[in-house]
């Protein structure tokens, strides 16, 4: 058995982890990265595409916002459309000049391990049996495999980082955690392609064939969404299909203008929303998506994940550098007013643009649910105030003060 120490022991190397670990490093405060998967596996992952302006400035403060800023792409809007019938959300002017950033997950991954390599900071990839232990002493361990070696890192405190399927969650004993859940009874068939974008803003698009959702990751390379059924499998889609589909869904002069090709990825994701309640046990602290999961519609998994790490981040610092070790116990209830809110805000924009009308799941009928949905996005988007609520939590609800 290898003996390890380190200050912060950080669970997965995801946005998570690997955010949080640059942040501390920055500041001094070591950090040991443990991760399940192999770098290269983590660095090619598709997923999320919009930065609030919280996230953006953490990923500043971190020191990797280069490419970010000279690759991505502000939006001062997106758009709602309703039926074919298209609405702005001028995010500059319903906030106060706030808007959101075009950088995909997977470029910011890349960019912080990048950074985490030149620092030559330590991380753990393809490791197996991670096991937390002691979480709820002051003197907790993580104990792991890696390429037949066994290790034993100590440390001060555990991030767990290790997202939705990740052993964190599950260390803290079944009678102290609540688990909220609420599945869809739908999911996302998403194609990634390098064809040029169909609207130089995304488009929310609520249509009687289901949700479609355009959005993009560059000027040459598209992201598009589809509202599929549970049960249907990507096998099933072939390019020409999904093409057809999002064409009839997007309104009638975008879709004439969508430019098609081959995918370069394409996969279907469930829509969940889950909150663990505390985020915290002893010095164990969860973090993003194994914290918590909402359903894509609001672009905020990401953003929430930064929230927490920023937070943190924060009482990490708090403890180390002004000897304050007591605020540590104030991250959970901080962080879970944000997360509820999200979730909240993330559940709201799922329910009026999705096609409920085959749910069978709810006790409202579908069918009735659809009236009342569509009738609560009419309304939202006929009043400016309605806007600007949208807009508001769109780019990014406060992060809590410390
Ligand atoms: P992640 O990204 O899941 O990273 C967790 C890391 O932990 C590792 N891990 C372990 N490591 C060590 N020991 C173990 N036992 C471990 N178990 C797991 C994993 O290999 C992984 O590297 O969580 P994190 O860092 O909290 O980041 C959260 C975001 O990734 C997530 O919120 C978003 O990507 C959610 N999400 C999306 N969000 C958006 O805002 N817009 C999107 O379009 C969007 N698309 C998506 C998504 C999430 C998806 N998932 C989780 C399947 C599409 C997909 C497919
Ligand atoms: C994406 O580009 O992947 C994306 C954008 C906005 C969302 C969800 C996903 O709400």
Known sequence: MQSLKTKVAIIGAGPSGLLLGQLLAKQGIDNIIIERVSAD????????????????????????????????????????AHFGKRYRIDLDKYTGGKSVMCYGQTEITQDLMAARSEKALVTYYESSNVVLNDAKTDNPFVTFEQDGQQYKLECDYIAGCDGFHGVSRQTIPKEQRTEFERVYPFGWLGVLSDTPPVHDELIYAKHERGFALASM????????????????????????????????RLPGEVAERLVTGPSIEKSIA????????????????????????????????????????????????????????QAMQSYSELALKRVWQTERFSWWMSNMLHDYRDDKTSATDGLTFERFMNAELEFYMSRDDGLRIIAEQYVGLPHPLV
Not at 62 to 80: K, L, P, W, Y
Not at 237 to 246: M, N
Request: hydrophobic content about 35%.
């Open 41 to 80: 596996y983590v660095a090619s992952r598709i997923r999320a595409g919009i930065l609030e302006q919280g996230t953006v400035d953490l990923l500043e403060e971190a020191g990797v916002s280069e490419r970010m800023h000279a690759e991505g792409h502000v939006h001062t809007g997106f758009e709602i």
């Open 217 to 248: 990751r560059s000027p040459t390379r598209s992201r598009y969404y589809i509202q599929v059924p549970t049960t249907e499998k990507v096998e099933n889609w072939s390019d020409d299909a999904f093409w057809d589909e999002l064409k009839k």
């Open 270 to 325: 469930p829509l969940r929303s889950f909150v663990c309640e505390p985020m915290q046990y002893g010095r164990l602290y969860l973090v993003g998506d194994a914290a918590h999961i909402v359903p894509p519609t609001g672009a905020k998994g990401l953003n929430l994940a930064a929230s927490d790490v920023g937070l943190l981040y924060k009482l990490l610092c708090k403890c180390y550098q002004q000897n304050q070790p």
